[in-house]
């Protein structure tokens, strides 16, 4: 586990600063989370070979986005499971899940409906 600090501010001059929690994969990790993926897809893929018509796209779709969403976890070294703030604008709690570190993230409040924006400091 390692920390990282950010600020959330929204489009005015109001922020916070909080330290979110990074969880590292290994590549042992990253070799499983996106195999699981790929079996995923690749099991629609095969499920989908029974519907006329529409298996003429859907089984190369999933064979293609099993390939990709394999690709892309391999790629994925952190990730925040889960941390906790306050929205710039209403003070709300805030919980943020499975959020990749690849700041800026931009997002909005599910209460107040403002948008805000997570940068790494
Ligand atoms: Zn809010």
Redesign the pocket.
């Known amino acids: 586990m390692q920390k990282v600090k950010v600020r959330i501010k929204n489009l005015g001059d109001q922020f916070g600063d909080y330290e979110f929690m990074l969880t590292q994969f290994d590549k042992n990790q990253r070799l499983k989370l996106a195999s699981k993926k790929l079996v995923i897809f690749w099991t629609l893929a095969i499920f989908f070979i029974l519907v006329p018509i529409l298996h003429f796209v859907l089984v190369p779709l999933f064979l293609i986005l099993g390939v990709v969403m394999f690709t892309r976890q391999m790629a994925q070294t952190s990730i925040i499971v889960e941390a906790q703030a306050q929205?710039?604008?209403?003070?709300?709690e805030?919980i943020l899940k499975d959020l990749k570190p690849q700041f800026p993230i931009n997002d909005h409040?599910?209460?107040?409906?403002?948008g805000?924006r997570i940068h790494q400091i």
């Open positions: 929205c710039p604008n209403c003070k709300h805030l409040c599910p209460h107040c409906r403002h805000y």
